[in-house]
């Protein structure tokens, strides 16, 4: 509806710029998108819904609104971040120190898990060295213990973040994963709200004032479409466009769903993957194993991991809480294929494998895990008497050619 406008008159923008500097406009495909959810900083009226500072909804982008559950939020929090992952599970930060209704004190800066009925905390701040008030405004997970961050003021972090930045945390430690002004954004926004799209990894970002990047031009109730390896800037949703409510108020937490929908694939190991000539494959010895999962366009993403079912001959539930041994981990490219920490193709896993080894993968970002699989030695290809009537009268023919030369 409003989508299909916005894009052409963005389209027709894109041209006039090109016509006024003399240079080519650079063509961006939106990603299609079937839904999204997002959270204001102030009481809004979406469609027929009352949206307050401390509620969710979900926006079908033909009109509808409606509320999502997040729990029981005091009134006096505001909603400063939001997620919300392929197993169903939530993520929330909040602007002030909340006591939620399972007893777990959060304070600013914080992230929490919410999975339906209970609240856990996802990152803490404090622990991981976010000064004391510092808010957290983004959040998007890449994959458990992966996280997208943004903040509401300048932090050092071993790597320095402004409020239009997005830092990864990943093993403990940060590094910069979205430059903002680098990528042509005012200092003077802070990042408001993000959302990475694994299917293609662009990312979904609003801030919270109005401005123009890469010819586009953005309220604080707008979601822009970035596209890392072009630097390339859409407008993904315009929210004054959608509905007239947003007016003076900033979209804060973002998710969204692309349409068609991705589709989960359980992780599975291709028992003939490498043959067993560099080491690979599902054979004894194997030092790296190959197969398909769901797509992951984010670079090292680690949603694969790697199992041997332990001695009591079943798999874990969950995975590797009782005796599984995890042999290695990796994640998937764009195309649903194993790949290892750099993108080669494989996971490696040690020690190697051993005959009557049994295997499964578990992808833990989307929540499911594979088959399980049997290491077995390489089968001898069997010969067919016709086949060895030929490699009989071959070896015959060598031979005989032997011969020929010996006697001339």
């Given amino acids: 509806m409003c989508r299909s406008l916005v894009a052409?008159?963005?389209?027709?923008?894109?041209?006039?710029?090109?016509?006024?500097?003399?240079r080519p406009a650079l063509a961006l495909t939106l990603t299609p998108l079937s839904s999204i959810r997002y959270a204001p900083d102030i009481t809004v009226v979406l469609g027929a819904t009352t949206l307050d500072h401390n509620q969710v909804a979900a926006d079908n982008l033909a009109g509808?609104?409606?509320?999502?559950?997040?729990?029981?939020?005091?009134?006096?929090?505001?909603?400063?971040?939001?997620?919300?992952?392929?197993?169903?599970?939530?993520?929330?930060?909040?602007?002030?120190?909340?006591?939620?209704?399972?007893?777990?004190?959060?304070?600013?800066?914080?992230?929490?898990?919410?999975?339906?009925?209970?609240?856990?905390?996802?990152?803490?701040?404090?622990?991981?060295?976010?000064?004391?008030?510092?808010?957290?405004?983004?959040?998007?997970?890449?994959?458990?213990?992966?996280?997208?961050?943004?903040?509401?003021?300048?932090?050092?972090?071993?790597?320095?973040?402004?409020?239009?930045?997005?830092?990864r945390f990943k093993g403990g430690a940060f590094t910069l994963f979205f430059d903002g002004s680098a990528a042509g954004i005012d200092p003077s926004l802070d990042l408001d709200a993000a959302y990475i799209l694994s299917s293609n990894g662009h990312l979904l970002l609003a801030f919270d004032g109005p401005g123009t990047v890469g010819?586009?031009?953005?309220?604080?109730?707008?979601?822009?479409?970035?596209?890392?390896?072009?630097?390339?800037?859409?407008?993904?949703?315009?929210?004054?466009?959608?509905?007239?409510?947003?007016?003076?108020?900033?979209?804060?937490?973002?998710?969204?769903?692309?349409?068609?929908?991705?589709?989960?694939?359980?992780?599975?190991?291709e028992p003939d993957s490498g043959g067993g000539a560099d080491g690979s494959g599902l054979i004894p010895g194997s030092r790296r194993v190959f197969g398909m999962g769901t797509p992951n366009a984010i670079p090292g993403n680690s949603c694969i991991l790697?199992?041997?079912?332990?001695?009591?001959?079943?798999?874990?539930?969950?995975?590797?809480?009782?005796?599984?041994?995890?042999?290695?981990?990796?994640?998937?490219?764009?195309?649903?294929?194993?790949?290892?920490a750099m993108g080669n193709p494989g996971i490696e896993i040690t020690p190697p494998l051993r005959t009557g080894d049994r295997i499964f993968t578990v992808d833990v970002c989307q929540g499911?895990?594979?088959?399980?699989?049997?290491?077995?030695?390489?089968?001898?290809?069997?010969?067919?008497?016709?086949?060895?009537?030929?490699?009989?009268?071959?070896l015959i023919l060598i031979a005989f050619r032997q011969l020929r030369r010996i006697q001339v």
């Fill in 215 to 269: 010819g586009v031009s953005f309220t604080p109730a707008d979601v822009l479409e970035f596209t890392p390896t072009s630097t390339g800037w859409a407008l993904s949703y315009d929210g004054l466009a959608e509905h007239a409510g947003w007016f003076g108020a900033e979209l804060h937490g973002l998710a969204a769903d692309t349409s068609p929908p991705q589709v989960t694939v359980p992780p599975s190991v």
């Fill in 64 to 167: 509808s609104v409606t509320l999502v559950n997040v729990g029981a939020i005091p009134s006096t929090a505001i909603i400063t971040a939001y997620d919300r992952l392929p197993t169903g599970d939530q993520l929330l930060a909040f602007d002030t120190t909340v006591t939620l209704s399972n007893g777990l004190t959060v304070r600013p800066g914080d992230v929490v898990r919410y999975n339906g009925s209970t609240y856990t905390l996802e990152f803490d701040a404090a622990a991981n060295g976010i000064p004391a008030g510092v808010i957290t405004d983004a959040v998007s997970e890449i994959g458990p213990g992966d996280l997208l961050l943004s903040f509401d003021v300048t932090v050092a972090l071993g790597v320095t973040a402004f409020d239009e930045d997005l830092v």
């Fill in 8 to 22: 052409s008159l963005h389209g027709l923008a894109a041209c006039l710029l090109a016509l006024l500097t003399g």
């Fill in 306 to 340: 790697i199992y041997a079912v332990g001695a009591n001959g079943l798999p874990d539930h969950p995975p590797g809480s009782v005796d599984d041994q995890l042999l290695g981990t990796g994640g998937t490219n764009a195309s649903g294929l194993f790949v290892d």
């Fill in 368 to 394: 499911v895990v594979g088959p399980v699989e049997t290491v077995t030695a390489m089968a001898v290809p069997l010969v067919t008497s016709g086949g060895f009537l030929c490699i009989a009268a071959l």
